[in-house]
Nanobody, 118 residues
Framework: QVQLVESGGGLVQPGGSLRLSCALS????????MGWYRQAPGKQRELVASITSRGTTNYGDSVKGRFTIARDNARMTVLLQMNSLKPEDTAVFYC????????????WGQGIQVTVSS
C-alpha cells in the first residue's frame, strides 16, 4: 500500500519561504505523477503543482513564478519550494500520487498546514 508522508509546513511571514517535502513508500516512485494540492477554509481543493515521472511540471496560475516543484527519484520524494508567500497561500497542503497508467491508483497524504501571517 502506497503511503505519503508530508513535512515542512508551519508559520511564515508574508514574503517568506517554506519548503514542503513528501516521501512515498510502498510503491514504485517512478510510476507516479506527483502533485501538491491545497485547500483553504471554505474553498475547494485546488492544484498547486504537479510533476510527471519524466519531469514535466504544471502549476496553478496563482503560484506560477513563486513555487517550484521537483522530485528526487533516489529518495522517492517530491519537494515544493514556496517563495514570496502571501496570506492567501494559507491552506492545508496535500501531497498526491497518481499512477501514470492506472489513474484509479491515486493516493493522498494526511495534509500539512501552511500559514502565512505577520
Amino acid at each position: 500500500q502506497v503511503q505519503l508522508v508530508e513535512s515542512g509546513g508551519g508559520l511564515v511571514q508574508p514574503g517568506g519561504s517554506l519548503r514542503l517535502s513528501c516521501a512515498l513508500s510502498g510503491g514504485i516512485f517512478g510510476y507516479y505523477t506527483m502533485g501538491w494540492y491545497r485547500q483553504a477554509p471554505g474553498k475547494q481543493r485546488e492544484l498547486v503543482a504537479s510533476i510527471t515521472s519524466r519531469g514535466t511540471t504544471n502549476y496553478g496560475d496563482s503560484v506560477k513564478g513563486r513555487f517550484t516543484i521537483a522530485r528526487d527519484n533516489a529518495r522517492m520524494t517530491v519537494l515544493l519550494q514556496m517563495n514570496s508567500l502571501k496570506p492567501e497561500d494559507t491552506a492545508v497542503f496535500y501531497c498526491n500520487a497518481m499512477h501514470q497508467f492506472f489513474a484509479q491508483r491515486e493516493y493522498w497524504g494526511q495534509g500539512i498546514q501552511v500559514t502565512v501571517s505577520s
